[in-house]
C-alpha cells in the first residue's frame, strides 16, 4: 500500500456545542455571566436576567438586551463559527465599539455558554437596519420546552430550558 495523503476536513457534529459549553465554561453563574459580557460587547445598556417558573419542571431562563443585534451575514460568518477571533482581533487593534467599548470578548466561546444552562435554546436577534433573525437548537427530551418571546426593538433575546442541577 502506499501512502497517500488526506486532504480531509473535520467533520464536528452539532454535540460539539453541548460539550464546548458544558466543559469551557464552569458553572451556570460563570454561563449567566458570559451572557451578560456578550451583551456589554453588543453595546447594550440594559441587560435583564429573568428566571422563570424557577421551581418547576419547566424552568427557563431569558436574557434581553438592547445591543446591537447581528446581521443575518454576522451570524454565519461569525457567531455560528466557533471560536471565531472576531472580538479578539477588534481588541488587539483597539477598535472601540460606538458606545467607546473594547470588546470584553476574546475566545469566541461565550456564546456557548447557554449549553451551560439548558438543552432547548432560542436565541432571537435584531440589528438595526435588518430582519429578525430567529435560531434555536434543541437535544432535549420532548418532554420539556422552553418558552420565549420577540425582544422589545433592536438586541438579543437568548432563552433555554434550565438543564436539572441534580
Given amino acids: 500500500m502506499s501512502a497517500e495523503e488526506l486532504n480531509l476536513p473535520f467533520r464536528p457534529r452539532a454535540r460539539l456545542l453541548q460539550l464546548l459549553g458544558d466543559q469551557l465554561i464552569g458553572t451556570p453563574r460563570l454561563a449567566v455571566f458570559e451572557l ?20 418547576t419542571p419547566n424552568a427557563f431562563i431569558v436574557v434581553e438586551d438592547d445591543g446591537d443585534g447581528m446581521t443575518l451575514e454576522i451570524i454565519r ?11 479578539d482581533l477588534q481588541r ?64 438579543h433575546r437568548a432563552a433555554c430550558a434550565v438543564r436539572s442541577c441534580e
Fill in 36 to 55: 451578560v459580557k456578550n451583551a456589554y460587547d453588543a453595546d447594550a445598556e440594559k441587560v435583564t436576567v429573568t428566571l422563570n417558573e424557577i421551581d
Fill in 77 to 87: 460568518d461569525i457567531w455560528l463559527v466557533p471560536a471565531h477571533d472576531h472580538r
Fill in 92 to 155: 488587539k487593534a483597539l477598535q472601540r465599539t460606538r458606545r467607546n467599548r473594547l470588546p470584553l470578548g476574546e475566545k469566541g466561546v461565550g456564546r456557548f455558554a447557554v449549553h451551560k444552562l439548558g438543552d432547548r435554546i432560542e436565541l432571537i436577534t435584531h440589528a438595526k437596519d435588518s430582519s429578525r433573525h430567529p435560531w434555536r437548537r434543541d437535544t432535549a427530551p420532548r418532554r420539556s420546552r422552553c418558552r420565549a418571546g420577540q425582544p422589545g426593538g433592536y438586541g
